[in-house]
């Protein structure tokens, strides 16, 4: 489809937060169900060409609103040439003014290969990086399909700290025959290892990936919810022996800390995607439009050849989904959701987006606290969150 380009001088001031997606990766995770491809030969230079071009053309559409976080995610961004991050920083701070505190964060594997550019994309303008190590154990690093070693993993995040000023890493729990003893000392030598942020997912088994297959044939069996609820409990514990707090879900940080980006999503401000899949909420001509680009790599990079832009949705979200979006990402968060702010990005009241008999009930039973203009998930409701969520938001 062709999506014209509004008028950038509308009055939107709302701060953005820029996504980048780079598609590529060594290889398919098995358990990974994001849009990552694997290619015998990356096209480097037409792929930065075209996310140059989409960049271009969303600013000429957006004007020039602050911006105050990048993110370059994937896929493997840490297989981006460093030129490439350096042309896209460059420019997206050109095209938009940046915040004081402008973040920069890129996604990297702590394979050999990709740890050698680390300086490079310092030089670039990255200020924090995010390392996929998802464990600190060789046998569970063979069995999530990942490229690298606890060696390698080690290697990675000492170098890491010795270059960038901000660091994060991702681990995964609840992997198959995990016990909570075994995790507590992983978690703890992870927390003894981390710099200010930690990602600490669940493993979930996700449609169409070959960790789906292997689950249907019995190969692969999870602990048990009662199990991976006190995997989830003694998270929470470890982590704030080391002081970090769960400030989302899944997201621990010492205070200040936090993922300026990814409170970007959760807190329902505006964000710009660019790059093959990647998705958008943008604030143009009066209104909040969700944008969606081609997902697949090539046909992706031909639509920008041609017209610009890789776009194949943007259409306006109404007040109800934006109430039923804001509320499904506001709750993840310790912070919860202003409704002042709820009411201003929805133009509903919190009354009219969620079922009133629910929401006593969450209240009674301490999952949900509803307090000076605010409403946020307390630490029983966070445990049992999705089937909240399910269950609340019309």
């Known amino acids: 489809m062709t999506v014209d380009a509004p008028s950038p001088d509308d009055g939107t001031t709302e ?3 820029l996504y980048i997606h ?5 290889s398919k995770c098995p358990y990974c169900d994001f849009n990552s491809h694997v290619r015998d030969e990356i096209p480097q230079a037409r792929f930065a060409a075209a996310l140059r071009a989409e960049l271009a053309w969303e600013a000429s559409r957006l004007g020039r609103r602050p911006l105050a976080s990048v993110f370059f995610g994937g896929g493997t961004p840490s297989l981006m040439a460093p030129e490439t991050v350096a042309a896209l920083i460059e420019e997206a701070t050109r095209y938009f003014p940046p915040c004081d505190d402008l973040e920069i964060t890129l996604e990297a594997n702590p394979t050999s290969v990709e740890a050698g550019r680390f300086r490079a994309f ?66 703890r030598q992870a927390l003894s290892l981390a710099g200010d942020h930690l990602s600490l997912y669940q493993l979930t088994i996700e449609p169409g990936t070959a960790y789906e297959a292997s689950f249907r044939r019995g190969e692969i ?36 800390a936090e993922s300026r980006h990814n409170l970007a999503y959760w807190r329902y401000a505006d964000y710009a995607g660019i790059g093959p899949g990647a998705h958008g909420r943008v604030s ?7 944008t969606r680009r081609h997902r697949a790599p090539e046909p992706w990079a031909e639509l920008v050849e041609r017209q610009g832009h890789g776009s194949t949705l943007e259409e306006e979200v109404e007040p109800q989904e934006r109430a039923r979006e804001m509320l499904l990402m506001g709750l993840r968060i310790t912070d919860g959701i202003d409704e002042a702010r709820f009411r201003q ?5 919190l009354e009219q987006a ?33 089937a909240l969520l399910q269950a609340l938001v019309l």
């Not at 780079?22 to 060594?26: A, G, I, K, N, Q």
């Not at 143009?284 to 969700?290: D, E, P, V, W, Y």
């Open 122 to 187: 310092r030089q670039a303008g990255v200020n924090r990086v995010s390392l996929g190590i998802q464990s600190l154990h060789d046998e569970a690093l063979k069995g999530l399909g990942r490229q690298h070693d606890a060696g390698q993993a080690m290697a990675a995040l000492e170098l890491a700290h010795t270059i960038f000023p901000r660091l994060s890493f991702d681990l995964i729990y609840a992997r198959p025959g995990q016990t909570v003893a075994a995790w507590r000392q992983e978690l």
């Open 284 to 290: 143009h001509s009066g209104s909040l439009f969700a």
């Open 345 to 349: 990005r929805t133009g509903l009241t």
């Open 22 to 26: 780079w598609p590529f990766c060594l």
């Open 15 to 17: 701060p953005l937060a």
């Open 221 to 256: 069996i999870l602990p048990s919810d009662e199990q991976a609820a006190e995997l989830y409990e003694v998270t929470g514990e470890e982590a704030a022996q080391f002081g970090m707090t769960a400030y989302e879900v899944s997201n621990y940080a010492r205070s200040g």
């Open 354 to 386: 969620v079922d009133q008999e629910i929401l006593s009930l969450a209240l009674d039973n301490a999952y949900l606290s509803r307090e000076h203009g605010n409403l946020r998930a307390l630490p029983e409701g966070r445990v049992r969150l999705n």
